[in-house]
T-cell receptor, first 119, second 108 residues
Framework: NAGVMQNPRHLVRRRGQEARLRCSPM?????VYWYRQLPEEGLKFMVY????????ESGMPKERFSAEFPKEGPSILRIQQVVRGDSAAYFC?????????????????FGEGSRLTVL | DAKTTQPTSMDCAEGRAANLPCNHS???????VYWYRQIHSQGPQYIIH???NNETNEMASLIITEDRKSSTLILPHATLRDTAVYYC?????????FGTGTRLQVFP
């Protein structure tokens, strides 16, 4: 069973370009989480999605950032008109069920991240 | 989710037990304690979690005090590969909120 797959592993963009980061969850997982980690800082929650639905986007910047998790295919984190401050590692995690509630294990499976560098 | 407090950094000699403390004095009755770690540049890795009882798995042991206001993660025989940032998270919502964690350095 392959783990969470993220691509690209490294992405370089110039200011003003668009960045698309993809995340394929583990087989059978329908819950996806995106986190951002700025250099030398901790992980910051961005968004939580289930298939075709955004459940919690409280950590997403209000502009330029969007996420989707279509019925078929990977989850996509899209950053429009990138700026230097967007340079970071973006981690995706998946879970077979919501990370809360009495039946949860709380275990999220993380990918190896996509490192975005904005020139 | 309740707030956690962890030491910024700790050292441990290889082969010895690493005991990583975490304070969560505002934890509520239905909140679990989770531990994750992040080895440099890698994605976070789940270690263990618990509610009230002590827990043990192949990676570590989790000791939760009776009042649940604090816990300790124990790596029984630390190796150099255990050098990482260890995160203690208390939650029962739909997402995990990571703090700053404890940077554990295992030395030879």
């Amino acid at each position: 069973n392959a783990g969470v797959m993220q691509n690209p592993r490294h992405l370089v963009r110039r200011r003003g370009q668009e960045a698309r980061l993809r995340c394929s969850p583990m087989k059978g997982h329908s819950h996806v989480y995106w986190y951002r980690q700025l250099p030398e800082e901790g992980l910051k929650f961005m968004v939580y999605l289930q298939k075709e639905n955004i459940i919690d986007e409280s950590g997403m910047p209000k502009e330029r950032f969007s996420a989707e998790f279509p019925k078929e295919g990977p989850s996509i984190l899209r950053i429009q008109q990138v700026v230097r401050g967007d340079s970071a590692a973006y981690f995706c995690a998946s879970s077979p069920r919501s990370a809360s509630g009495p039946s949860n294990t709380g275990e999220l499976f993380f990918g190896e991240g996509s490192r975005l560098t904005v020139l | 989710d309740a707030k956690t407090t962890q030491p910024t950094s700790m050292d441990c000699a290889e082969g010895r037990a690493a005991n990583l403390p975490c304070n969560h004095s505002t934890i509520s009755g239905n909140e679990y304690v989770y531990w994750y770690r992040q080895i440099h540049s890698q994605g976070p890795q789940y270690i263990i979690h618990g509610l009230k009882n002590n827990e043990t798995n192949e990676m570590a042991s989790l000791i939760i005090t009776e009042d649940r206001k604090s816990s300790t993660l124990i790596l029984p025989h630390a190796t150099l590969r255990d050098t990482a940032v260890y995160y203690c998270i208390v939650h029962n919502t739909d997402k995990l909120i990571f703090g700053t964690g404890t940077r554990l350095q295992v030395f030879p």
